[in-house]
């Protein structure tokens, strides 16, 4: 009965990808799919990335569709980006809950306190909130980015573990929100702990959104491409990855013959998997759910991620 359950499953998933690339053609579409989601989305995805290389992306595209798999905040960013494409996402449900962790009223009175103060935002926001910021950022150029300000007070919002991670890098002082990742902060000292024990011989690869006691024990810390670049490059064979389990499909692509051990089974973002491939499908079909950002919003909101574009 799971053989042919199973053999169902693939024919109508060859069913869904036939439909899709027609579609694809009749829209003039590209598919964006970030590393955390499911391996069926990432299979027939145009481009596979993290925040920042898909920023880059639907920045740049000559596609006059967008088809954003990834969660709500990064198809809003598509659409700032990119205001005369239409910008659409598999399942409007998918948002951030690290992103809800802080509020416009909430910073602006933290602005107001720090009146000289940068505000630097983590690109997980919503578009109200970067539209109160000076420049984005994302895990792969964080450093870059704090380092690039002249400022002597620096607002980070909203994720405090990479905030602590690059004011360490840094050394500069930041005035650190109190959001985090929920998927990466349920990452513990004791996992890691249990896992070096069962694989001594593999090397701990940790993102910069996990708690920092978790992060310092990393054998490499990095954003989620960086970790897979370096996993890569390695002449280590086994790895125990510290971030959500969706970056096994470019890991286990980039390298088949390594083995990759996810710290925890708990290192999944229920968000970012409700997008599926018939969902996908569906959102091409009927164009919707479509990202909608009002214009005065997107305005002030593009300032501040075509900052962080331009830091290299």
């Known amino acids: 009965m799971e053989a042919l359950a199973l053999e169902r499953k693939q024919e109508q998933n060859r069913e869904l990808r036939g439909r899709l690339e027609q579609l694809k053609k009749e829209r003039n579409a590209i598919i964006l799919a970030h590393y955390y989601q499911r391996d069926e989305i990432q299979e027939v995805a145009d481009f596979r990335g993290d925040s920042f290389l898909l920023a880059q992306k639907a920045a740049e595209t000559d596609a006059e569709v967008i088809?954003?798999?990834?969660?709500?905040?990064?198809?809003?960013?598509?659409?700032?980006?990119?205001?005369?494409?239409?910008?659409?996402?598999?399942?409007?449900?998918?948002?951030?809950?690290?992103?809800?962790?802080?509020?416009?009223?909430?910073?602006?009175?933290?602005?107001?306190?720090?009146?000289?103060?940068?505000?630097?935002?983590?690109?997980?926001?919503?578009a109200e909130i970067k539209a109160e910021t000076?420049?984005?950022?994302?895990?792969?150029?964080?450093?870059?980015?704090?380092e690039s300000l002249d400022a002597e007070e620096i607002i980070w919002v909203p994720d405090k573990n990479l905030g602590h991670y690059v004011q360490e890098k840094t050394g500069k002082k930041l005035i650190i929100w109190e959001?985090?990742?929920?998927?990466?902060?349920?990452?513990?000292?004791?996992?890691?702990?249990?896992?070096?024990?069962?694989?001594?011989?593999?090397?701990?690869?940790?993102?910069?959104?996990?708690?920092?006691?978790?992060?310092?024990?990393?054998?490499?810390?990095?954003?989620?491409?960086?970790?897979?670049?370096?996993?890569?490059?390695?002449?280590r064979r086994q790895f125990i990855v510290g971030t959500e389990d969706g970056t096994?499909?470019?890991?286990?692509?980039?390298?088949?013959?390594?083995?990759?051990?996810?710290?925890?089974?708990?290192?999944?973002?229920?968000?970012?998997?409700?997008?599926?491939?018939?969902?996908?499908?569906?959102?091409?079909e009927t164009m919707k759910p479509q990202i909608y950002v009002p214009p005065a919003v997107a305005d002030k909101a593009r300032t501040s991620l075509e900052r962080m574009l331009q830091v290299r």
Request: with cysteine.
């Open 67 to 126: 088809v954003f798999c990834g969660v709500h905040f990064m198809g809003e960013s598509a659409k700032i980006l990119a205001p005369n494409k239409t910008v659409l996402i598999p399942d409007e449900r998918a948002g951030c809950p690290m992103a809800d962790m802080v509020n416009v009223d909430g910073l602006r009175r933290l602005k107001a306190q720090h009146p000289n103060a940068k505000v630097v935002t983590y690109i997980n926001s919503s």
């Open 134 to 146: 000076d420049i984005c950022c994302t895990s792969a150029n964080a450093v870059r980015v704090i």
């Open 179 to 235: 959001g985090y990742c929920n998927t990466h902060d349920m990452l513990t000292v004791k996992d890691v702990i249990e896992m070096k024990a069962k694989y001594p011989e593999a090397e701990f690869v940790v993102h910069p959104e996990c708690r920092p006691e978790v992060v310092a024990m990393g054998d490499y810390v990095g954003s989620t491409t960086s970790i897979i670049d370096y996993c890569r490059k390695s002449d």
């Open 248 to 284: 096994g499909y470019q890991l286990r692509m980039d390298s088949p013959d390594k083995e990759f051990h996810f710290a925890t089974k708990f290192l999944v973002c229920p968000n970012m998997k409700v997008n599926n491939l018939k969902k996908l499908v569906k959102c091409l």
